[in-house]
């Protein structure tokens, strides 16, 4: 008698990231959260102003920076500890509850800059651990050929937060004041919670790079009978973030058992700030990463001061007025939302590295020419220019930081760039304007330009970041 083999099922590979349910939960959940952002800060602005004086309003706006600075860091440990899920469902929880009171004691009472001070620093230290985790949750929701993708789609959603809150946030203030608007803002925060709680986490890889990611990526299309990753957590069922059963990494981990028989010996308990120091010093060994975080640095610091206090000034010497400058913003988002639907859409681009220095290169040849040209119609060109250039080589960069992280670090990296990012490059813009004073916008533009080009020129000397490619 003959015995017919029938071959085990093997799972359908998932699709591009942009049909996949999982991810387009998690989008839909960041969306959602980056437009009550939006919302937020419109209504703090607002508040602030209404209830002192300018000074008083503006030291309200940045009081948030410097918790978020400070804590970036211990926030990058937090969301590698505890799982990005976990981390970015807290966080986001937290925020809601702390506007949606704000807005119930606006509704009732006039409490003062006090409380807008105390929230704003309530903010600031929840974003400490909520970007490091919002960076690091890509990864554990999809395979690591789809991290280019997702970067286009979170970059487009940013986009689209940008457009729509400030006029939500805006009609928020025009129906019912701040209290309205604040209310408003808690509402889509909440919106992100049910659905991050719905969203699956892909099995975490033991530390080990790439290849260990895409072995983990091999695993979650294996055939029909293997061992199945758990639902909604880690590997086997275990929770997000904690170690699985077996799993040698985690903070009281054992080491294995010498040939000779000996016991084992207990390693001494992961503290946090081991865990910090462990991954600066992952960043700084790594050959791509150290270099790509000194790229970022340098492109963000010739970036942000030219195209915030810089192009206020730069309109207003040219005589292109509020619209004029309105134009010249419209054409940089138009730009930057391109090269995001770009990336959204091919998924990958070849010579990822070589590519993200090259356009980060024309883009600070594009800043430096902004200062130059005498009318808007030239302006708007040359800002939309500039989106496109550097808005394609931060989308390149930021792939190029998901897909070359060992996931288990993947919360300091994070960290680590957006420190440079949200605390180094504002530092910017009040010097850029006090040497616009100075010097003039020509000879400040121009020199913003030759710092952003640095970190093109360090891209490609560095072979390799110069070599680093997109997963396929």
């Known amino acids: ?57 503006g030291l309200v706006m940045a009081v948030s920076a410097v918790p978020r600075a400070l804590l970036m860091l ?43 001070a105390l929230l704003a620093v309530v903010f600031g230290i929840v974003d400490a651990v909520f970007m490091p985790a919002v960076g690091a949750l890509p990864a554990r929701v999809t395979r690591r050929d789809q991290l280019a993708r997702v970067q286009g789609m979170r970059g487009l959603a940013v986009r689209f937060a940008n457009v729509v809150g400030a006029p939500l946030g805006g009609l928020g203030v ?56 758990g639902p909604p957590g880690d590997p086997d069922g275990s929770p997000d973030g904690a170690p699985a059963r077996g799993d040698a990494s985690g903070p009281h981990a054992r080491v294995p058992d010498a040939e000779d028989g000996a016991a084992a010996v207990p390693e001494r308990p992961a503290t946090a700030w081991r865990d910090l120091r462990d991954g600066l010093r992952y960043i700084r060994g790594h050959r791509v990463l150290a270099p790509l975080i000194v790229t ?50 091919r998924g990958t681009l070849p010579r990822a590295g070589s590519a993200g220095a090259a356009a980060l290169l024309g883009g600070s040849v594009a800043i430096g020419a902004l200062a130059q040209v005498p009318g808007v119609g030239a302006a708007v060109g040359v800002a939309l220019a500039i989106g496109l250039l550097a808005g394609l080589s931060g989308a390149l960069c930021g792939a190029l930081l998901q897909t070359q992280s060992d996931p288990a670090y993947l919360g300091r990296v994070t960290a680590v760039a957006g420190i440079v990012s949200l605390g180094l490059a504002p530092l910017s ?11 003039g916008t020509g000879p400040v533009f121009a020199g913003s330009a030759v710092v952003c080009g640095l970190g093109g020129v360090v891209a490609l000397a560095v072979r390799d970041l110069r070599r680093a490619e997109l997963p396929r």
Do not use: K
């Not at 009040?430 to 010097?439: D, H, K, N, S, V």
């Open 1 to 57: 008698m003959t015995t017919t083999v029938i071959p085990p099922a093997v799972r359908p590979p998932a699709g591009p990231a942009h049909r996949d349910g999982n991810v387009l939960r998690w989008l839909g959940a960041y969306t959602a959260s980056m437009i009550g952002d939006n919302v937020f800060y419109i209504a703090l602005s607002w508040a602030a102003v209404r209830s002192g004086t300018p000074s008083q309003a």
């Open 74 to 116: 211990g926030g990058g440990v937090v969301a590698d500890r505890f799982g990005p899920r976990r981390v970015v469902i807290g966080s986001d929880a937290v925020r809601c509850a702390a506007v949606l009171t704000v807005a119930a004691l606006l509704f009732v009472a006039h409490p003062g800059l006090w409380l807008l």
């Open 174 to 229: 025009a129906l019912g004041g701040s209290a309205t608007a604040f209310a408003l803002a808690g509402l889509l925060i909440a919106v992100s919670v049910p659905l991050l709680i719905s969203v699956r986490m892909r099995e975490t890889p033991p530390a080990g790079g790439a290849e260990a990611a895409d072995a983990a990526d091999a695993a979650n299309t294996a055939p029909a009978g293997a061992e199945a990753v």
């Open 296 to 345: 970022i640095a340098l492109g963000d610091l010739g970036f942000v001061g030219p195209l915030n206090v810089g192009l206020a000034l730069l309109a207003d010497r040219r005589g292109w007025g509020a619209s004029g400058m309105g134009l010249v913003v419209a054409a940089f988002g138009a730009g930057a939302g391109a090269a995001a639907l770009l990336l959204a859409w």
């Open 429 to 439: 813009m009040p010097l850029t304007a006090a040497a616009i004073g100075w010097w």
